[in-house]
T-cell receptor, first 113, second 113 residues
């Protein structure tokens, strides 16, 4: 079963605009991670936020986590054409004793030059 | 530093044929994972190995077997391929079994006719 559900499924914006993607999950987590996947490539880790953290920044990326709502958001500021990719959230459930990650279905982002 | 290397990158099989997907990591990571990615389904965990000498089933293990040959290598075998196994397969590794980011290979695209 899918732990993470992402919204929207697809997003198209102009270069320079901000892009916001949301992730909702069902069970308690140890951490939540965001990954990027360029077309035809493997996934690349972007950022990890722990369950006791509310916000985290990395360059143009800002991630928030609301454990009471079981949701997270990824904000990409001042987007570039090179940000065009699929973005996945992945959760590490507390119930798992092996640390396995459960991935959402992803948000496809297109940034138009 | 190659990271996670998967072979082959592409493979076409006939129903009933067998094959092995190879994965090797050079980061001295303890945990290794096999995921499959299907359109609209995100990534689903097939099998994982929390440490050398151990393997466990993930969400969708039916039709697959794995071998953790040593700390570096984790192979995925399809004994009798079925069209439902047409997918993109990703190997990933992580330094420890419970936290932290996954490092992914570039994927193996398998088509079963």
């Amino acid at each position: 079963s899918q732990q993470g559900e992402e919204d929207p499924q697809a997003l198209s914006i102009q270069e320079g605009e901000n892009a916001t993607m949301n992730c909702s999950y069902k069970t308690s987590i140890n951490n939540l991670q965001w990954y990027r996947q360029n077309s035809g490539r493997g996934l690349v880790h972007l950022i990890l936020i722990r369950s006791n953290e509310r916000e985290k920044h990395s360059g143009r990326l800002r991630v928030t986590l609301d454990t009471s709502k079981k949701s997270s958001s990824l904000l990409i500021t001042a987007s570039r054409a090179a940000d065009t990719a699929s973005y996945f959230c992945a959760t590490a459930p507390v119930s798992s004793n092996t640390g396995k990650l459960i991935f959402g279905q992803g948000t496809t982002l297109q940034v138009k030059p | 530093n190659a990271g996670v290397t998967q072979t082959p990158k592409f493979q076409v099989l006939k129903t009933g044929q067998s094959m092995t997907l190879q994965c090797a990591q050079d980061m001295n990571h303890n945990s290794m994972y096999w995921y499959r990615q299907d359109p609209g389904m995100g990534l689903r965990l097939i099998y994982y190995s929390a440490s050398e000498g151990t393997t466990d089933k993930g969400e969708v293990p039916n039709g697959y077997n794995v071998s953790r040959l040593n700390k570096r290598e984790f192979s995925l075998r399809l004994e009798s391929a079925a069209p439902s196994q047409t997918s993109v397969y990703f190997c990933a590794s992580r330094r420890d079994g419970h936290t932290g980011e996954l490092f992914f290979g570039e994927g193996s695209r398998l088509t079963v006719l």
